[in-house]
């Protein structure tokens, strides 16, 4: 079954960098767009940023363009969210997603902290 496993949150200062990590398995790694969303306390859960099954298109939420950068590695089964210049409105938990089979797959999430 599709199971997606993120590490790499944790507690960061402001202007800090962090590297979150998903790990997939269960489906055709390559073949699929793979998406990091984040909800922060009481918000909604947002779209971060989106990239296809190549790599060679990316998007991202206005908030977050010039400071994360979405990357995948197709050898490893996994997708990255490199996040520079860390801002206390990026505080969510994280969490990597894809859709197939008319459905999206979420991983547990991991939480990024973001103060002094």
């Known amino acids: 079954q599709v199971q997606l496993v993120e590490s790499g949150g944790g507690l960061v200062q402001p202007g800090g960098s962090l590297r979150l990590s998903c790990a997939a398995s269960?489906?055709?790694?390559?073949?699929?767009?793979m998406s990091w969303y984040r909800q922060a306390p009481g918000k909604e859960r947002e779209l971060v940023a989106s990239?296809?099954?190549?790599?060679?298109?990316?998007n991202y939420a206005e908030s977050v363009k010039g400071r994360f950068t979405i990357s995948r590695d197709n050898a490893k089964n996994t997708v990255y969210l490199q996040m520079n210049s860390l801002d206390v409105e990026d505080m969510a938990v994280y969490y990597c997603?894809?859709?197939?089979?008319?459905?999206?797959?979420w991983g547990q999430g991991t939480p990024v902290t973001v103060s002094s």
């Open positions: 269960g489906f055709p790694f390559s073949s699929d767009v």
């Open positions: 997603t894809v859709y197939r089979g008319f459905r999206d797959y």
């Open positions: 990239i296809s099954s190549t790599g060679s298109n990316t």
